[in-house]
């Protein structure tokens, strides 16, 4: 018997007050029919209500899709994910104390689904410790109304970890290419695998019901065993959503490229102008050795990739992605989380295996403040709540930490003659006395004996012995007025400080190969 259902029965089927988890990052993987019709439900009857909405990754376009489908007062109760940025009317339920929301490392998040199947106790880590996930500063709860808690710390054999309790689910939600009607799911078009075959596993264990979205149906027994990533007996029913509910990304509903099906010359993708993100991602580039296994965040540290494409040493490298891709080149917004050219996909948890066993090499991260002490934030500006996605596990495991962005926020710039103009100072200070939270902590790096580098248009610092030094300078500038007056404290000045190197500043610059190959 065929399991293909309507989205609107699809929705009837979720009952008020159910934790529903989805597949989803941005709108990769994430069953947008699906969620389109229960809001259209819950507008119309008042139901589903009261819902446990959960995922790892964050969800939306910063518009109407994704998370913002359920940006109804009454829609949600609660709220347990990764990250919930690009759904501003969602972050504004949750800031008004509309929705209790805890927001954790997303990586936990897609390690917590596989112990949820397996119906043992947690996850148990020492991602998130020193951070605001950690219950002796925040516990990861976004708002007033959030009171329970779903992280304790643990001592075991004389060490500390933090411990992320389980929940079980009634609903999950996943999404794929081509389903038989038996069920059967495979991931062919799709940007990424996620956490599918985890979250299916989890609800059934749960006592609970599978939903998958997908494009195409087939007949049973015509899908190669292979290339099913998530069986039948899983999925109790799909449903076959229309092509605009069933984008590859924010941006594009199909791209072969994407899905590994053809191989793009990255020659075609359009080079970044010369401006401050430029500067940054070129000096930033300059801490990559041949071998390594870097992240690349989304915001600026797309530079760096977008570098390295240029500068023709991505193949020196192995790019990866927290969703899963090896190799290629990261896309920036708003193609990210897809990657052009990957040479391999695996599923979002056994990433995070990776990288929280220490797997990645060097990672560039975004920095909206960073203090004294090195501590970074990322995840809310001032009553704005966003989440950390998968920094905190990524910031807390990499051997070498390159944080990213300029130094004052909204500034002007002009690169110019090999220097850097600032035509008008940002009114909004990023180096601050105190983070508004803690996303890094740059006192449990030095346990970890990382080495941590802060990269700006204008400056270059690291943290040394649990305080910010300054040891760079662009060309041209002025200690006093350009870096120290953008500042709430006054870092250390390393004696050796030197020149940011002025090639960066010029309009061509190829040297990366030769500046990586030197070391």
């Known amino acids: 018997m065929s399991k293909v259902i309507s989205p609107e029965k699809a929705a009837e089927l979720i009952p008020d007050g159910a934790c529903v988890a989805w597949t989803t990052a941005t709108l990769c993987g994430f069953a947008e029919e699906v969620a389109g019709a229960m809001q259209k439900r819950f507008l119309a009857t008042g139901h589903p209500k009261n819902l446990f909405i959960t995922h790892s990754c964050g969800c939306g376009d910063y518009h109407e899709r994704g998370l913002s489908h359920f940006a109804h007062e009454g829609m949600v109760r609660k709220h347990v994910g990764g990250h919930i940025g690009e759904s501003p009317k969602y972050c504004k339920l ?24 397996g119906k043992r106790i947690g996850v148990i880590t020492k991602v998130g410790l020193g951070t605001y996930v950690d219950p002796r500063l925040e516990g990861g709860k976004a708002n007033e109304i959030t009171k329970d808690d779903m992280v304790k710390v643990i001592e075991f054999e004389g060490e500390e970890y933090l411990y992320y309790r389980t929940f079980p689910i009634d609903v999950a939600v996943i999404r794929g290419t081509t389903c038989d009607e038996e069920g059967n799911l495979t991931m062919d078009q799709e940007c990424l695998f996620l956490e599918s075959l985890q979250l299916a596993t989890a609800a059934k264990n749960s006592g609970g019901i599978v939903i998958a979205q997908t494009q195409y149906v087939c007949l049973p027994g015509t899908l190669h065993p292979k290339t099913v990533n998530v069986p039948g007996a899983l999925v109790d029913y799909i449903v076959v959503a229309k092509p605009e509910n069933h984008m590859q990304t924010k941006a594009t509903y199909l791209n072969p490229c994407f899905s590994g099906d053809i191989r793009m010359p990255l020659a075609s993708v359009p080079p970044l102008p010369l401006d401050e993100r430029k500067i940054i991602g070129r000096r930033a580039a300059m801490e990559l050795r041949p071998g ?24 020196m490298l192995t790019l990866t992605t927290e969703l899963g891709n090896f190799g290629g080149v990261p896309a920036k917004n708003p193609n990210f989380p897809a990657s052009w ?158 020149e940011m190197p002025r090639e960066i500043f010029l309009p061509v610059w190829g040297k990366l190969k030769q500046i990586i190959e030197g070391h």
């Open 94 to 117: 949750v800031r008004e104390n509309k929705i209790e929301c805890h927001l954790l490392p997303q990586g936990v998040m897609t390690q917590l689904w596989r112990q949820i199947a």
């Open 292 to 315: 390594v296994v870097v992240n690349m965040g989304i915001g600026m540290p797309e530079g760096v990739s977008g570098v390295a494409g240029e500068e023709g040493i991505a193949d």
């Open 341 to 498: 050219n990957p040479v391999c996909t695996i599923e979002h948890p056994s990433m995070f295996d990776f990288y929280d066993g220490g797997g990645l090499d060097i990672c560039f991260l975004g920095a909206a403040q960073v203090d004294r002490e090195g501590n970074t934030n990322v995840s809310k500006f001032g009553d704005r709540v966003a989440g950390p996605g998968g920094y905190v596990n990524i910031s807390s495991t990499a051997k070498k930490v390159v944080f990213v962005g300029t130094m004052t926020a909204d500034a002007d710039y002009e690169v110019k003659n090999g220097r850097i103009r600032i035509v008008k100072e940002g009114g909004i200070k990023k180096y601050v006395n105190k983070v508004t939270q803690v996303t890094f902590s740059g006192r449990n790096s030095l346990g970890n004996k990382q080495k941590v580098i802060y990269v700006t248009e204008r400056a270059v610092f690291t943290l040394e012995n649990g305080e910010l030094t300054l040891i760079e300078i662009a060309p041209g500038l002025d200690l006093a007025k350009d870096i120290l007056a953008v500042m709430e404290f006054a870092p250390q000045i390393s004696p050796n400080l030197r």
